[in-house]
């Protein structure tokens, strides 16, 4: 798209106080606060229903936010910049909006709130709460041009709509076969509006070479471990081999972290502190045992069986010298492969990076120097952790632009 500043622009009279693009989580929650404040809304889609993403959740069960959520479990090159947004609709005041309309729900673990039933509530919650307050949503329209000039102008396959607000939160590039583009990006261009390179987070990595050899064998083989990227904060949860790498919770949360070239660290035995001394006592107290034996008392059988064969001599433990097992431990303690890659945005669950947060207002997520022109949700650099995170952000950064527009 390429800017217009023609005099039909300027003269197109409002159809709407607000033109919403993106009816996934930002943009429903923007629609239902400005619609609250008597703004007349219309929110547009492409796709042929509102909330795909949401729907798709959690495994269909929507992780819908966090116990534990603030801003500094938000990645951004402001790390500041949620704070506000945070502060002014939190978790809980979205969870007093999944009481009012009865919907039953559950903690999993660390904080993470799920439905008890279907991810259906959630998108049926908010399109209720929409409808209650006059928005109209159109599903399937496709916007064919952004115009500006005393406003805004919208074309879509669907018709043109003008009004003096924009909101744009068509999230990032994640997840491409759910419709997932970068036209956020394109818009933020079309403006002037600088973009932080966006990259796929919370996904799986992929592995090459010897790491990869050990790993494919023992695709579909868990256990939980504590992970950290060079930078970053260390996550103690449960890994998985893949037949490409590796997945599970703790490594899609370091991959947010992670930079092509740096090693991943992983501690394989979180809840044995001193395993060289675990195996120097088994290969006295049991010297006719095989290491894989011994091995598979501390992680999962198939992985002490690969990692047996492929680090210590095939001999009973009386035989297998000492240096030996603190080699292992110590591997154990500190494995740290270094990644070929990540599955990319196919897999990704989020989209890192985005509109870049100093050219946004954190109060209202108005672009300061395009009055009128928001950006929220997975648009905006800043990304969550795994664990219903970022669907906060959404509802927070939403909530800001609705009470602006």
Same mark, same amino acid.
């Given at each position: 798209?390429?800017?217009?500043?023609?005099?039909?622009?300027?003269?197109?009279?409002?159809?709407?106080?607000?033109?919403i693009?993106?009816?996934?989580?930002?943009?429903?929650?923007?629609?239902?606060? #400005?619609?609250?404040?008597?703004r007349?809304?219309?929110?547009?889609?492409?796709?042929?229903?509102?909330?795909?993403?949401?729907?798709?959740?959690?495994?269909?069960?929507?992780?819908?936010?966090?116990l534990?959520?603030?801003?500094?479990?938000?990645?951004? =090159?402001?790390?500041?910049?949620?704070k506000?947004?945070?502060?002014?609709?939190?978790?809980?005041?979205?969870?007093g909006?999944?009481?009012?309309?009865?919907?039953?729900?559950?903690?999993?673990?660390?904080?993470?709130?799920?439905?008890?039933?279907?991810? &259906?509530?959630?998108?049926?919650? =908010?399109?209720?709460?929409?409808?209650?307050?006059?928005v109209?949503?159109?599903?399937?329209?496709?916007?064919?041009?952004?115009?500006?000039?005393?406003?805004?102008?919208v074309?879509?396959?669907?018709?043109?709509?003008?009004?003096?607000?924009?909101?744009?939160?068509?999230?990032?590039?994640s997840?491409?076969?759910?419709? #997932?583009?970068?036209?956020?990006?394109?818009?933020?261009q079309?403006?002037g509006?600088?973009?932080?390179?966006?990259?796929?987070?919370?996904?799986?990595?992929?592995?090459?070479?010897?790491d990869?050899a050990?790993?494919?064998?023992?695709?579909?083989?868990?256990?939980?471990?504590?992970?950290?990227?060079?930078?970053?904060?260390?996550?103690?949860?449960?890994?998985?081999?893949? !037949?490409?790498?590796?997945?599970?919770p #703790?490594?899609l949360?370091?991959?947010?972290?992670?930079?092509?070239?740096?090693?991943?660290?992983?501690?394989?035995?979180?809840?044995?502190?001193?395993?060289?001394?675990?195996?120097?006592?088994?290969? &006295?107290?049991?010297?006719?045992?095989?290491?894989?034996t011994?091995?598979?008392?501390? =992680?999962?059988?198939?992985?002490?069986?690969?990692?047996?064969?492929? !680090?210590?001599?095939?001999?009973?433990?009386?035989?297998?010298?000492?240096?030996?097992?603190?080699?292992?431990?110590? &591997?154990?303690?500190?494995?740290?492969?270094?990644?070929a890659?990540?599955?990319?945005?196919?897999?990704?669950?989020?989209?890192?990076?985005?509109?870049?947060?100093?050219?946004?207002?954190?109060?209202t997520?108005?672009?300061?120097?395009?009055?009128?022109?928001?950006?929220?949700?997975?648009?905006?650099?800043?990304?969550?952790?795994?664990?219903?995170?970022?669907?906060?952000? #959404?509802?927070?950064?939403?909530?800001?632009?609705?009470?602006?527009?």
């Amino acid at each position: 798209m390429t800017p217009t500043h023609d005099a039909t622009v300027q003269g197109a009279a409002p159809t709407h106080d607000a033109i919403i693009l993106g009816a996934g989580a930002a943009g429903l929650m923007a629609a239902i606060r #400005a619609g609250q404040r008597g703004r007349r809304v219309i929110l547009l889609d492409h796709a042929e229903e509102a909330g795909k993403k949401i729907l798709i959740s959690g495994g269909g069960r929507c992780n819908f936010t966090n116990l534990e959520c603030r801003a500094d479990r938000l990645l951004s =090159l402001n790390p500041h910049f949620a704070k506000s947004a945070l502060a002014r609709f939190n978790q809980h005041d979205f969870l007093g909006l999944v009481g009012k309309h009865g919907i039953a729900w559950h903690e999993k673990t660390l904080g993470q709130l799920f439905c008890d039933g279907s991810a &259906r509530q959630i998108v049926a919650m =908010l399109l209720a709460e929409a409808d209650a307050v006059g928005v109209t949503l159109l599903t399937d329209a496709r916007v064919t041009e952004i115009g500006h000039g005393g406003g805004f102008r919208v074309a879509t396959s669907a018709g043109s709509f003008a009004a003096p607000a924009l909101v744009v939160a068509t999230g990032g590039p994640s997840i491409p076969k759910m419709g #997932a583009t970068g036209f956020a990006y394109d818009v933020a261009q079309q403006f002037g509006i600088r973009v932080i390179t966006p990259r796929p987070a919370l996904v799986p990595l992929t592995l090459a070479g010897e790491d990869l050899a050990l790993a494919q064998p023992l695709s579909g083989v868990a256990l939980p471990c504590t992970a950290r990227a060079a930078a970053g904060p260390a996550f103690a949860e449960a890994m998985l081999f893949t !037949h490409r790498g590796l997945s599970g919770p #703790a490594i899609l949360q370091v991959s947010s972290y992670w930079a092509a070239g740096t090693p991943v660290m992983l501690d394989l035995l979180p809840m044995q502190p001193d395993p060289a001394a675990a195996l120097r006592d088994a290969k &006295r107290a049991r010297p006719r045992a095989e290491a894989r034996t011994v091995l598979a008392e501390m =992680l999962p059988q198939r992985l002490a069986a690969a990692l047996a064969a492929r !680090h210590l001599p095939p001999r009973p433990m009386a035989e297998i010298p000492d240096r030996d097992l603190i080699a292992l431990a110590a &591997r154990l303690k500190r494995w740290a492969p270094v990644p070929a890659g990540t599955e990319g945005y196919a897999k990704a669950e989020v989209t890192a990076g985005g509109i870049d947060t100093a050219a946004l207002s954190q109060r209202t997520m108005m672009a300061t120097a395009v009055p009128g022109l928001f950006f929220v949700g997975e648009a905006v650099d800043v990304t969550g952790w795994l664990g219903g995170y970022n669907f906060q952000w #959404a509802w927070s950064s939403g909530w800001a632009a609705g009470e602006a527009v």
